[in-house]
């Protein structure tokens, strides 16, 4: 019997780390928790996490700033909670890496449901009846869907965090395809609308800079104006 998923929650407020334990625990997962950066610092080797729910806006050391330092040491997904208004903020926090957010106050249960989405995800979980290609090959660069790993034209693995990982996916499943940021926020959060439009351009991004594609003149990942987005690539799949 597998081990309950273990979610590390940060957060300095106490109701709130407090009530997320309580209603996570029910639902099945075994939750740490910590009041700040430096106590979850502490925490993370003591522990296997599945994904982290952390606070953007914290004394002394900010979330971001644990965002960041949490990058370097996982691809672990990461939920962030974020103020209504902190837009800059969550931005900066998806460029970090972060694959999704809540805005506070929120219902326990939206929560919830982006916390299983994102594990999803992260682990290759979903409805997929076909069985996946061995490896996906475009511009160059090979995408190995039975791994979950990409490699540059060197053949060097390339990290990219679950979130990255799944627009990628999306990407070379419909090459030469306009996606509009509708769309790619439907494929990829199964929504019908995204939480802010930047969120894709984010995204976008942080995968052109992985894919080592000018993000002024992109050859691989083009902007199309007042559309969206499109791999121009021819893909070859090899089973």
């Given at each position: 019997?597998?081990?309950?998923?273990?979610?590390?929650?940060?957060?300095?407020?106490?109701?709130?780390?407090?009530?997320?334990?309580?209603?996570?625990?029910?639902?099945?997962?075994?939750?740490?928790t910590?009041?700040?950066?430096?106590?979850?610092?502490?925490?993370?080797?003591?522990?296997?996490?599945?994904?982290?729910?952390?606070?953007?806006?914290?004394?002394g050391?900010?979330?971001?700033?644990?965002?960041?330092?949490?990058?370097?040491?996982?691809?672990?997904?990461?939920?962030?909670?974020?103020a209504?208004?902190?837009?800059?903020?969550?931005i900066?926090?998806?460029?970090?890496?972060a694959?999704?957010?809540?805005?506070?106050?929120?219902?326990?249960?939206?929560?919830l449901?982006?916390?299983?989405?994102?594990?999803?995800?992260?682990?290759?979980?979903?409805?997929?009846?076909?069985?996946?290609?061995?490896?996906?090959r475009?511009?160059?660069?090979?995408?190995?869907?039975?791994?979950?790993?990409?490699?540059?034209?060197?053949?060097?693995?390339?990290?990219?965090?679950?979130?990255?990982?799944?627009?990628?996916?999306?990407?070379?499943?419909?090459?030469?395809?306009?996606?509009?940021?509708?769309?790619?926020?439907?494929?990829?959060?199964?929504?019908?609308?995204?939480?802010?439009?930047?969120?894709?351009?984010?995204?976008?991004?942080?995968?052109?800079?992985?894919?080592?594609?000018?993000?002024?003149?992109?050859?691989?990942?083009?902007?199309?104006r007042?559309?969206?987005?499109?791999?121009?690539?021819?893909?070859?799949?090899?089973?």
């Amino acid at each position: 019997m597998e081990p309950a998923p273990h979610i590390l929650v940060v957060d300095d407020d106490r109701e709130i780390r407090e009530l997320l334990a309580r209603f996570l625990e029910k639902q099945g997962f075994r939750v740490t928790t910590a009041r700040e950066a430096r106590e979850a610092r502490r925490a993370w080797p003591l522990g296997r996490y599945h994904i982290v729910v952390l606070d953007l806006m914290m004394p002394g050391e900010s979330g971001l700033d644990f965002a960041r330092w949490l990058r370097g040491q996982s691809d672990v997904p990461i939920v962030m909670l974020t103020a209504m208004g902190e837009e800059t903020d969550r931005i900066v926090g998806l460029e970090l890496g972060a694959d999704d957010y809540v805005a506070k106050p929120f219902n326990p249960r939206e929560l919830l449901a982006r916390i299983r989405a994102v594990m999803r995800r992260a682990h290759g979980e979903g409805a997929r009846r076909d069985p996946l290609p061995s490896a996906i090959r475009f511009g160059g660069w090979t995408l190995e869907p039975q791994r979950r790993r990409l490699l540059n034209p060197d053949g060097a693995e390339v990290s990219l965090t679950g979130g990255e990982y799944e627009l990628l996916t999306v990407l070379v499943e419909r090459p030469n395809r306009v996606l509009t940021r509708d769309m790619l926020m439907d494929l990829l959060r199964g929504r019908q609308a995204g939480p802010f439009d930047r969120a894709i351009d984010v995204a976008v991004s942080r995968l052109r800079r992985k894919l080592e594609d000018d993000g002024r003149n992109p050859s691989l990942i083009k902007t199309v104006r007042g559309g969206g987005y499109v791999l121009a690539a021819d893909v070859e799949r090899a089973t």
